[in-house]
């Protein structure tokens, strides 16, 4: 069993103040292009503001359903490709990377209810540490301003 989860690493502005959080929603099996436009009509309801969406190249973010949708927002959702074989640059990827290493080592869940509270759990706790998010912005070295 495994999970499966989309995440979006947004820099909210406050004034001169950015602040860095992300939203998340955990799919079990793989991500395809029904649970990107599931997620994208998420974000569009949680955030009243347009959205530029920069993400890797899975196959389900180019997708002719994904693209059509994105078309269809009439602006309000512009996307960006990072470059093929970047992880580096991928600020997601940081936080893959701590929740793997610090928020659930070694974890052998009973099923995928448990597997889903878990990973919700760790992924709200790191949505609190604002100094974290801002280090994984800057390391992925890559300036989205």
């Known amino acids: 069993m495994s999970d499966h989860i989309v995440v979006c690493l947004r820099r909210v ?40 969406i920069v993400w890797d190249r ?6 002719r359903l994904v693209r059509e949708f994105v078309e269809l927002s009439e602006g309000h959702i512009v996307t960006e490709y990072l470059p093929a074989y970047a992880p580096e640059l991928n600020p997601v990827e940081y ?8 928020e659930l080592p070694n974890v052998c869940p009973k099923d995928y209810g448990e597997l889903s509270r878990r990973a919700r759990r760790a ?16 390391q992925s070295s890559r300036c989205f301003d």
């Open 13 to 52: 502005y406050c004034g001169t103040d950015g602040i860095i959080n992300f939203s998340f929603r955990l799919y079990p099996g793989a991500i395809g292009q029904t649970e990107v436009i599931d997620f994208l009509k998420a974000l569009v309801r949680r955030i009243d503001q347009p959205l530029l």
């Open 58 to 63: 899975l196959p389900a973010n180019r997708g």
């Open 95 to 102: 936080i893959w990377a701590y929740r793997k290493q610090h």
């Open 123 to 138: 992924l709200r706790r790191m949505q609190r540490k604002p100094r974290l998010l801002r280090a994984f912005w800057k």
